[in-house]
């Protein structure tokens, strides 16, 4: 069982950073591989981010490559989300994940409540 709460959301203007937190319970952490998604409203929830269990392998989703980058620290059961050059479109609710790891949100067994993200122009 691994409990995921996530931190770091907030408004910031467009072309600012944020970095997200998601910290895990449980002394498992470091056997997932975890991944960032995210949802606006009236909008399906989408891939963002993933990152394997030892932290050599990422991908991103084509909206954010370049911008954002994912990034792990298995002694601090945690997993990080740094965004940079946000645009209003990247405003949603975000999510961590634990799991297979991949892009598909059914890969992914654990969820955080979400932190809200909003980017005004």
């Known amino acids: 069982q691994v409990q995921l709460v996530e931190s770091g959301g907030g408004l910031v203007q467009a072309g600012g950073s944020l970095r997200l937190s998601c910290v895990a319970s449980?002394?498992?952490?470091?056997?997932?591989?975890m991944g960032w998604f995210r949802q606006a409203p009236g909008k399906e929830r989408e891939f963002v981010t993933t990152i394997n269990w030892s932290g050599n392998r990422m991908d991103s989703a084509d909206s954010v490559r370049g911008r954002f980058t994912t990034s792990r620290d298995n002694s601090k059961n945690t997993v990080y989300l740094q965004m940079n050059s946000l645009k209003p479109e990247d405003t949603a609710v975000y999510y961590c994940?634990?799991?297979?790891?991949?892009?598909?949100?059914?890969?992914?067994?654990?969820w955080g409540q979400g932190t809200q993200v909003t980017v005004s122009s």
């Open positions: 994940a634990a799991g297979l790891g991949g892009s598909g949100a059914r890969n992914y067994g654990y």
């Open positions: 449980g002394r498992t952490f470091s056997s997932y591989n």
